[in-house]
């Protein structure tokens, strides 16, 4: 069985990853668990298990509350979890917000030299989502119809002039803002609460992200986030 960890710095990540998940492996040989940080405890959220008895794959997720947090969470837990659990990778997802965005690179920069610094640092990943994971959210153009069918992208084009059919969400600075404005339209909020999250993430296309080429060259943390993933799926 394959270990993969994911430490990501709030619930809206957290859902998105387990959907994620759950839409890309189709065969049912998998298992997710998330659980949420608090303190030096952590409490179990969700579990989806599967009754096959071959499986494959076992996910475990980490909610862990703040952005800042999300290396050092994993960094206290990789030797223990990669050496005596066995986990063959640990990503970190964080976004890029509310740094800016010149100071990208440094960041990265920054989190892969803590990680070189390991004798396990080949079991570890660092995703920074451009400039907040809602980017990767607006790339799916028809997310929003599916929530309101009053939400074509031509409809809020022509309300708000988003173009969500030509735009590369991560040149917006406030991706979470755009969002909002969008759902406001019809009188819906968005302040990332757990209902929300849900109805937003059950209504992404997660095919047409991963795999459509009209957004090849969009959202490209999104494409690395899905390359670390196809890289621990298929490591044996």
Not at 99 to 117: C, D, P
Request: glycine fraction near 2%; charge should be positive.
């Amino acid at each position: 069985m394959i270990n993969i960890g994911f430490f990501v710095e709030g619930q809206t990540e957290r859902i998105f990853v387990e959907k994620l998940l759950s839409e890309y492996l189709t065969y049912p040989k998998y298992t997710i668990e998330s659980v949420k940080l608090l303190g030096e405890k952590s409490a179990k959220i969700t579990t989806k298990k599967n009754v096959s008895p071959e499986i494959k794959y076992n996910f475990l997720i980490y909610d862990v509350g703040c952005d800042e947090k999300v290396v050092s969470a994993l960094l206290e837990r990789a030797d223990k979890m990669i050496n005596q659990f066995k986990y063959y990778r640990l990503l970190a997802l964080r976004d890029l917000h509310p740094e800016k965005r010149e100071n990208k690179e440094k960041i990265i920069n920054l989190v892969n030299n803590k990680f070189n610094e390991k004798s396990f640092k080949n079991h570890l990943g660092f995703i920074l989502a451009i400039m907040e994971i809602e980017s990767w959210f607006l790339a799916d153009y028809n997310l929003f119809y599916r929530i309101d069918n009053i939400l074509s992208p031509n409809y809020i084009k022509n309300k708000l002039n988003i173009d969500l059919i030509k735009d590369d969400p991560e040149l917006y600075e406030s991706p979470a803002a755009k969002v909002k404005k969008i759902l406001s339209l019809v009188d819906i909020k968005y302040k990332k609460r757990e209902k929300q999250s849900y109805n937003i993430c059950h209504n992404i296309d997660y095919a047409f992200l991963c795999f459509s080429e009209e957004i090849n060259n969009k959202i490209s943390s999104f494409k690395y986030f899905v390359k670390c993933i196809n890289e621990s799926l298929n490591c044996f």
